[in-house]
């Protein structure tokens, strides 16, 4: 892949510029007009091969299919097209061996992958390039890339983290919990729920993946620098064979248009709030304070000074991460906010923000999945923590109501019950039916059976509360759902 410079090799810094025949490609593909070469600070500022480089797949696959296009429509001939088409299989084939020599004069994936083209194959790979430009390109490389990313990656990971959950849910549907509100104990539940309240939220987001891809999936070619071409192109020939739903329709929005990476980094966005927040109560439930939880040595590390520190750094890392995935959201806002109709070259800066958001989201996912296959629930803690707390104050106003109190009187009387419990540190359960029948006489013997986590778990009836017997409904929801009753995949 060597490449001259040709012009006084003032470019690409120390580049020789000794040639036999000094072809135009040796030229940037849109030098002609120019007089001087560029500056070479300006060539190392403006790049973006050393970044975009890694659409290489997406923008050959795109140039495949546009020259197919161009074959069948009979802008260029079909031994031409042929031509390209090796061409261009034989590029990807040198990059994928690591054969293939960056030249960073390139400037771009475009022109790196275009300008192999023409050294390989000579004259038909000047055609390539018809009824193109690389505004429609680029933007025909990032929705590949990012169809990718949803379809190979991020819903993978979504699901793959799923099934870790319902895996362990599936272990803990007896196991008994404390629930907190504001920090607070709240009312007991099983901590199969607990867990099933995380896949709840990783299903969303694979739904607004999924959504953002029905506008990701549209097909930008065509629509050249920003106006079209007068060239009788089949767009939506083109469209078809990268499996695109459709064509862009407006062809000054198809190339400004990057609406479906913001979208994505969005998803992006709350699905690392949902991860940062698991991770926060995991690393709470890790702690000696909590013990609800034991996180494999494997997924822990040591402290350099204490030598008794077993810390949940993997945890730690996905809940930090996050803060990448969020600057990449505001970077695109930021980025995109006050540009101009149609391209404009800010835009080359979107896949900085992208990379680093899939790249970020793709490592949590898989270690959040690893985390929790290797997390077991510490039972014992948990029930020791369901004891303290009146966690069955709530529903001993339940049982007052069903035996007729007014709520907001029960809610009073329950009070008054727990504030005298309280006074010498006893639980509602350590009341003697004396002073229960003195705070109300609608209290009976059989309060007994409603009184206690393990009692309190049993007797939730509303459709989709945390108890044993709705977890266990879920779980088999969340089993049929992810395919998981016979046997898993991935
Ligand atoms: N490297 C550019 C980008 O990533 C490709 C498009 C350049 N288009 C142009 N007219 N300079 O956006």
């Not at 192109?233 to 000054?252: K, Y």
């Amino acid at each position: 892949m060597a490449r001259q410079s040709g012009k006084q090799g003032s470019r690409g810094g120390g580049r020789t510029g000794r040639s036999s025949e000094p072809a135009p490609e040796a030229q940037k593909s849109w030098q002609a007009r120019f007089s001087q070469p560029a500056d070479a600070l300006t060539v190392g500022f403006v790049e973006s091969l050393s970044f975009d480089r890694r659409l290489w797949r997406h923008d050959i696959a795109g140039s495949i299919a546009h020259a197919e296009m161009l074959a069948a429509t009979g802008l260029i001939s079909a031994a031409d097209g042929r031509a390209i088409v090796r061409g261009l299989r034989a590029v990807a084939a040198d990059i994928e061996a690591g054969r293939f020599v960056w030249d960073p004069t390139c400037e771009d994936i475009h022109m790196a992958v275009e300008s192999a083209l023409i050294q390989r194959i000579g004259e038909p790979g000047r055609r390539l390039h018809t009824a193109r430009s690389r505004n429609d390109q680029v933007a025909l490389d990032l929705r590949l890339y990012v169809r990718d990313a949803i379809d190979t990656s991020i819903l993978p990971g979504l699901e793959d983290l799923q099934r870790a959950l319902v895996d362990m849910a599936g272990r803990y549907v007896d196991a008994v919990m404390p629930s907190y509100t504001h920090m607070q104990r709240a009312q007991p539940i099983s901590a199969a729920a607990c867990l099933l309240c995380y896949v709840e939220q990783f299903q969303r987001d694979r739904e607004r993946f999924l959504d953002a891809r029905r506008r990701v999936n549209l097909c930008p070619l065509g629509a050249g620098a920003l106006a079209g071409s007068t060239l009788p192109i089949d767009r939506r020939a083109v469209a078809r064979r990268l499996g695109f739903a459709g064509i862009c329709r407006n062809s000054i929005d198809a190339t400004g248009d990057r609406d479906f990476i913001t979208e994505f980094l969005a998803a992006a966005a709350l699905c690392g709030v949902h991860l940062s927040r698991l991770a926060e109560d995991w690393i709470l439930y890790a702690s000696q304070e909590f013990g609800f939880i034991t996180i494999a040595d494997a997924f822990c590390t040591g402290s350099s000074m204490m030598p008794q520190k077993r810390n949940p750094d993997v945890l730690e890392l996905i809940r930090g991460k996050t803060a990448r995935i969020f600057a990449a959201l505001t970077g695109m806002v930021t980025l995109t906010k006050g540009l101009p109709q149609a391209y404009n070259r800010d835009l080359q800066e979107d896949k900085i923000h992208l990379f680093a958001a899939h790249d970020t989201l793709d490592a949590s996912l898989r270690a959040a999945a690893a985390v929790v296959r290797h997390t077991r629930f510490n039972t014992a803690r948990l029930t020791e923590a369901t004891r303290r707390g009146f966690l069955d104050a709530t529903v001993l106003a339940e049982y007052l109501v069903g035996r007729g109190v007014p709520f907001r009187r029960a809610h009073q009387i329950v009070g008054r019950l727990v504030a005298l419990a309280e006074r010498d540190g006893r639980e509602l359960g350590d009341l003697s039916p004396e002073e229960m029948q003195a705070a109300c006489d609608r209290i009976g013997p059989d309060v007994r059976q409603w009184l206690g986590a393990d009692n309190v778990v049993r007797r939730y009836r509303s459709e989709g509360n945390a108890g044993t017997v709705s977890a266990a409904a879920q779980l088999r929801y969340w089993r049929r759902t992810l395919g998981m009753t016979r046997r898993r995949k991935r």
